[in-house]
């Protein structure tokens, strides 16, 4: 697949075809942008680029090498993952909980050293370059300050901030925006079995993320979705009961993180819609009705408290917090903020 293929990043692969056609690549690139948006697609890509055998300054998508760099068996490419512990001594990939540790780091600077085994280019990929740990991000300085010739670092993180700032300093950034939603549906027009009503569903609730719509569960999307939305409204219309059964029930559900992003994204539409009025700025836009109904019985800080409590939940779980605690501090969160007193949480920072 060329470059001309890839989805929503056209002013990106400007910018890295220009660096190919005047062979001045740096020697680390910072791909920075909201998961999904191609951030990988784009690393795996150049690499292509830089080692296919027939195309140039591009790539043929057919070729040993281009199949070997997509199927993660070429000897010049190198991924590293945040891992976590299996056991006493095994590791496995957890994007979400694991981290990029020192033992990966000087796996990757041996690598590096040693040099193209074909004369060609190395490249080595971090995706989830912020999840390195301390001494792993203080290890890849001393890469990034004497970077082998020819090699090439690509560090993939959803933001800037989120690596220390002499990394950020060592490195190219290159930002990748949301997909835009007409382009996001005609993608997906080409690669899902599903009405044109489904598909612009699945663009809204993506948010310029090619990777989430194809992600996205159809039965959560048309079913469950709603359910969990009426669940949330029918909590807060009877002032915050019954808490526990609300409790119980998000903390046992499989799929509770998902439903935390999604009531962040209906308080999300309806701060929009009390605001600007508008359904094509929904991201729930097929649960318009509902949006309505519900949008005027609170006002714009009580939508705003609300998505900034459900981002502290998420935090605070996916650091490990109890689940319990934290889920029981979010409801009453949000029944404040609909009542709009002061927040009730029990486990959120103290300033």
Known sequence: MPFQEIVGQDRVIQILKRALERDNLPHAYLYYGADGVGKFKVALSLAKALLCEKAERDFCGA???????????????????????????????DPAMGT??????RQLQHWIAVGSFQGGWRLGILEGADKLNAHAANSLLKTLEEPPPRSLLILISPTRT???????????????PPIARAELEAALTGRLEASADAVTVLARLADGSI??????????????????????????????GPFQDF??????????????????????????YLEMGEAGRLLNADLLKQVE???????????????AALQRAREAIQNHFNSQLVVEG???????HRDRQAPASIWREES
């Open 247 to 272: 409790v119980d029930e998000l903390i046992h559900f499989p799929r509770m993180m998902e439903v935390l992003e999604l009531y962040q994204t209906w308080f999300r539409d309806l701060l929009v």
């Open 330 to 336: 979010m409801l009453l969160d949000l029944v404040a």
């Open 100 to 105: 990029i540790r020192i033992e990966q780091i």
């Open 211 to 240: 990777g989430k719509a194809l992600a996205l569960d159809r039965d959560w999307v048309f079913q469950e979705r709603g359910q969990w939305i009426a669940r949330l409204c029918a909590f807060l219309d009877i002032g915050g």
């Open 63 to 93: 070729c040993p090498v281009c199949r070997q760099i997509e199927s993660g068996n070429h000897a010049d490419v190198l991924v590293l993952r945040p891992e976590s512990r299996k056991g006493e001594k095994d590791w496995f990939v």
């Open 162 to 176: 989120q690596l220390i700032p002499t990394i950020v300093s060592r490195c190219q950034p290159v930002y990748f």
């Open 293 to 307: 109904q519900f949008s005027t019985r609170g006002d714009s800080l009580a939508w705003i408290g609300s998505i």
